[in-house]
């Protein structure tokens, strides 16, 4: 190797360090993209497959199952349980019971598409840690509807009253379902 | 003033404020540090522990005071306990001489420059003890190449210093910082026309300082990827903190020594204001340095062992012995 090409290796050597820490410095002063999680939290994508639940009806406020109980035939996993009745005044069965057991669930989604008056879909719930294994082998959808169905009801006040006429309680299948805290929480 | 000035009380209000210099600047800059590679990542780094992170250093000291130091059975346990205070110390007793202003220097001696160097080689000396006294596979093999890299790199550091020693014709640290006032290109730097490779040699004295002080990509005494943690890995609580503080003493001292050799010391740039103001000209260019170092860290891999003393052997040492004479000719000539 002649000192020339040496001098030019020993060069070219250097200002490609240089440019490696041109690039790093470019990065510096770019802002951070960090999400502080549990202080901040991102807004799951569309398609972000939590388990499932029960839809409000942003109309009634109520659930729009009718207790068909296509989406328990569809389950691979045999993870779904449900119950409904006929009530007084009202042309289809509405649902009391829906258990889902998660511990079994692959999240694949028959449910969601088989359902044909789209009263289930996937929560954008990711927070889902208990101590407890009952908390997700008997998840009361139906409750935890309650607690949406009255967040919703603090935003529509005129409704208000007419809901409460017509409740969507289900105490027998609550009894079963009280014990079980709601894992998590939907994202803040 | 005159209680000021008696000598007992002047070297105790350096001996604290050398001390206190040293701890505050080894806490906060892995602070810095992290923080450093927290923005080249995009991420903000420590945080949590009060305002932006500010309180980290203090949580990291508390808990590594509060941790146990265990000897571990079979270790030289004096050689082992000693292995620290061998780090720390000296690193300590270099910032004796460094002037930090025109008249802010502990001790004037003129034989500053000599003095860190012969300090700063105890540095290997006791990472060598550490690792040895650690009786551990990683800390001796650690211990091997703290040598032969610092041997390597001692080289031709000490070449570029014979270097500056020409050109300025002393050792006084204060007078070498004399030397450079007026204008930034007064600085030893820029003196191209003493020596036109003067900026080349900046750069390999840098380059040295990098491996001297143990510092990425030259890390490879504590290469934690190989070596669990180098010559530290059966130190914990405040024997590995003290490690830890004395590679930043280090690291501040090298920054010092580099601003003072060719940055022009506490100069300011402009030849005026480099009276009151030296301290904060002096700290700008050594913390700017110190920067650097970081930025180093964060943006090149570590380097394999051979590319290491390939680097020192083949190109630093001939580079440096050809300023050397070049800067022996050129002074001879003018």
Redesign the interface.
């Known amino acids: 190797m002649s000192l020339s090409t040496a001098i030019r290796d020993?060069a070219g050597g250097?200002k490609s360090?240089l440019v490696?820490?041109r690039?790093?410095?470019g990065?510096?002063?770019?802002?951070?993209?960090?999400v502080?999680y549990p202080h901040q939290t991102l807004k799951m994508p569309a398609r972000f497959r939590g388990h499932v639940k029960l839809v409000l009806d942003p109309e009634t406020g109520k659930s729009r199952c009718t207790a068909c109980g296509l989406c328990v035939k569809a389950c691979p996993s045999d993870c779904i349980e449900l119950d409904g009745i006929k009530r007084e005044g009202e042309k289809k069965k509405s649902v009391t019971e829906y258990e889902l057991d998660f511990t079994k669930c692959s999240l694949c989604g028959s449910c969601v598409d088989v359902c044909p008056s789209d009263a289930i879909e996937y929560s954008k719930d990711y927070n889902v840690v208990s101590l407890n294994r009952e908390d997700f082998s008997h998840m009361d959808l139906v409750k935890r509807l309650e607690a949406e169905a009255e967040i919703w009801r603090k935003h529509h006040p005129p409704q208000a009253a007419a809901v409460a006429t017509t409740p969507v309680t289900a105490p027998a299948a609550l009894a079963t379902g009280a014990k079980t805290p709601s894992p998590g929480q939907k994202a803040p | 003033m005159s209680f000021l000035t008696l000598e007992p009380i002047r070297l105790l209000l350096y001996l604290v404020g050398v001390c206190a210099f040293v701890g505050a600047n080894a806490a906060y800059l892995v602070l810095a540090e992290r923080k450093g590679a927290g923005r080249i990542q995009r991420r903000p780094g420590p945080n949590e522990a009060g305002y932006a992170g500010l309180l980290q250093p203090v949580a990291d000291g508390i808990k590594l005071l509060a941790k146990q130091i265990m000897v571990p059975p079979g270790t030289d346990a004096l050689l082992f306990r000693a292995a620290p205070l061998m780090v720390m110390a000296p690193s300590l007793m270099c910032l004796a001489v460094i002037p930090f202003g025109a008249n802010l220097v502990a001790r004037d001696l003129n034989i500053g420059l000599l003095l860190v160097f012969s300090f700063g080689s105890i540095n290997v000396m006791a990472l060598m003890l550490g690792g040895w006294a650690s009786r551990n596979k990683f800390a001796i093999i650690s211990s091997a190449r703290v040598v032969s890299q610092n041997v390597a790199y001692e080289i031709p550091m000490l070449l570029v210093v014979i270097t500056m020693l020409m050109v300025t014709g002393t050792m006084n640290l204060n007078e070498i910082i004399h030397q450079q006032a007026g204008w930034f290109w007064n600085w030893n730097v820029f003196k191209v026309w003493v020596n036109p490779l003067m900026p080349v040699t900046f750069v390999i004295f840098f380059i040295c300082m990098l491996a001297e002080t143990n510092r990425a990509p030259f890390d490879m005494a504590e290469a934690e990827s190989e070596l669990v943690a180098g010559a530290f890995t059966e130190y914990g609580g405040m024997g590995f903190g003290v490690f830890f503080m004395a590679e930043y003493a280090n690291i501040v001292v090298g920054c010092c020594l580099a601003t003072i050799l060719f940055l022009g010391g506490w100069q300011s740039p402009f030849g005026a204001l480099s009276g009151v103001l030296g301290p904060l000209w002096f700290l700008l260019k050594m913390y700017a340095l110190i920067f650097t170092v970081i930025w180093i860290r964060w943006t090149f891999p570590r380097t394999q062992f051979y590319s290491l003393l390939n680097l020192s052997w083949k190109i630093l040492i001939p580079l440096s012995l050809f300023t050397l004479v070049l800067t022996g000719v050129m002074i001879k000539i003018i």
């Not at chain 1, 990065?27 to 960090?34: D, E, F, G």
């Open positions: 020993v250097f360090l490696g820490m690039i790093t410095l990065q510096a002063i770019k802002p951070s993209i960090t502080q």
